[in-house]
């Protein structure tokens, strides 16, 4: 399905976007389901699902709204975004690959539709699911979201990969999970990072309540989900409380991509996907790292409405880079590992492994000139990172290391 100019631009994708960022060739449908986790004390979790399908023509696309947390005393500020999907439009053909997809602190499920409609279209089944944090401001229930925020991701992914499976949507055995911030400290712990009961960070949690799922406890295989092929965390959180200690990641052995600005005041670079790509030695794992960029890395350009004061904007947009130039560009390199590790398209490995770990100093010879808008094939002289245009590779670090 071919989409306009204008509708990608409303959709914050630029012109200037990577070769693999465009929409794919499906058209989407979103649903919104309820699901219960009757281990959680019934724990009800709503949950956003994007997925290939067969619209009509002329059918209407969704509209999300939603809101976030305001300086306060303000009031939470309200927000909408216009979607691709068309609500409750009829699945289309097919068994497709299963994406878990899991907010930031405090977030909504719809500003990470950038992500999950775009791959969507591109034949996979995406599922966010709305954790219910408390607001961002109420640091005295901090300790809910670190507890509640793995047990959400494992429950969904298993529940949606049974549920979808029997009915030959979904493909359990080609799962990813995508997170966010807090989300990334989540799909990261999915993903096999083992919590470390001594480390800050479960200490937090009230009454040991993290133990039995750390290293050692009685329940720590509620974390597991099967079939998991490729995991990604923008942001992540976790590394300054030291959430899985030292060796904690070395648990993690499917392929791993790390998206992190290196200017992240939130959760710290240093200490956060840094320290996390050398730490996860069982793993395939890449790093994307935005230089002079911050935590804003994952909710794409500010609503309308979000942009009147700097605290609703400050959710977004990041102070050096275009949100535009970030959604792009977090699109193409996600496309090309989930299709790499999930779909196991061997042409997308080109777009991932041997590239020049500094953007800036691929080249692009003047006699290998092409259109001015081409994609560099990054062969034949051109070391420019495939996929990008020329001179628009700037400002980016891509470090890569197989497992041990």
Do not use: C
């Amino acid at each position: 399905m071919r989409y306009g100019i204008a509708i990608l631009l409303a959709l914050g994708l630029a012109v200037d976007a990577p070769e693999l960022a465009r929409p794919g060739e499906h058209a989407v449908g979103v649903a919104t389901i309820e699901l219960v986790n009757v281990a959680q004390g019934d724990r009800r979790l709503a949950v956003d699902l994007w997925f290939p399908a067969a619209v009509a023509a002329g059918a209407t696309p969704e509209t999300y709204s939603g809101t976030l947390t305001a300086e306060p005393p303000a009031p939470p500020t309200r927000f909408t975004r216009p979607g691709i999907a068309v609500r409750d439009a009829k699945r289309a053909a097919g068994r497709f690959p299963l994406v878990i997809v899991s907010h930031g602190y405090d977030n909504e499920s719809v500003l990470l539709s950038w992500l999950t409609e775009n791959l969507a279209s591109k034949g996979y089944v995406v599922a966010a699911m709305r954790h219910r944090d408390p607001p961002i401001t109420d640091r005295a229930r901090f300790h809910e979201t670190l507890l509640h925020r793995p047990l959400d991701v494992a429950f969904v992914a298993k529940e949606l990969q049974r549920s979808l499976g029997e009915e030959g949507f979904v493909d359990p055995a080609r799962t990813a999970l995508i997170g966010y911030s807090m989300g990334g400290y989540g799909v990261l712990t999915v993903a096999g990072g083992e919590l470390d009961p001594a480390s800050p960070l479960a200490q937090i949690v009230p009454d040991g309540g993290l133990a039995p799922y750390a290293r050692g406890g009685e329940r720590r295989d509620a974390l597991r989900v099967p079939g998991v092929r490729a995991v990604v965390a923008l942001a992540p959180a976790g590394g300054s409380l030291g959430a899985w200690g030292a060796d904690g990641l070395r648990g993690i052995t499917m392929p791993m991509l790390l998206i992190a600005g290196d200017r992240d005041f939130t959760v710290d670079y240093r200490t956060g996907a840094r320290a996390f790509f050398d730490q996860a030695t069982n793993s395939n794992r890449y790093l994307l790292t935005y230089l002079g960029g911050g935590h804003r890395i994952g909710l794409g350009p500010a609503p309308e409405e979000m942009r009147t004061r700097l605290w609703d904007q400050d959710w977004f947009e990041d102070p050096v880079w275009r949100a535009d130039r970030i959604v792009g560009i977090n699109l193409h390199f996600i496309t090309a590992f989930l299709d790499r590790y999930v779909k196991d398209d061997a042409s997308r490995a080109s777009y991932l492994d041997g590239l020049i770990p500094e953007s800036s100093k691929g080249e692009w010879p003047a006699a290998a000139a092409g259109a001015y808008g081409a994609y560099s094939p990054g062969s034949d002289g051109i070391t420019a990172w495939k996929g990008f245009q020329r001179q628009h590779a700037e400002g980016l670090e891509f470090l890569h290391a197989t497992a041990d």
